[in-house]
């Protein structure tokens, strides 16, 4: 079972790419095993990315990306 790790990213608080990567830095990870578990996590469907999966559900950005 692969293992991913979710990083959420609240973007109303981002105005700037600096905040954003602020946000990033500091933003909680959570650890899923299977991409089942991050849809759950997430509430939905993320796009395929190259490095993983992202999407935007009510204003929080959610990454994942395999550990």
Not at 17 to 44: D, I, W
Request: hydrophobic residues 30%.
């Amino acid at each position: 079972m692969t293992k991913y790790e979710v990083r959420t990213i609240n973007l109303v608080e981002c105005h700037t790419p600096e905040e954003y990567t602020e946000a990033f830095a500091q933003s909680p990870v959570h650890y899923c095993k299977g991409l089942a578990e991050v849809r759950a996590f997430c509430g939905g469907n993320l796009r395929r990315e190259r490095c993983g999966y992202s999407g935007v559900h009510n204003n929080i950005e959610y990454i994942a990306t395999r550990c």
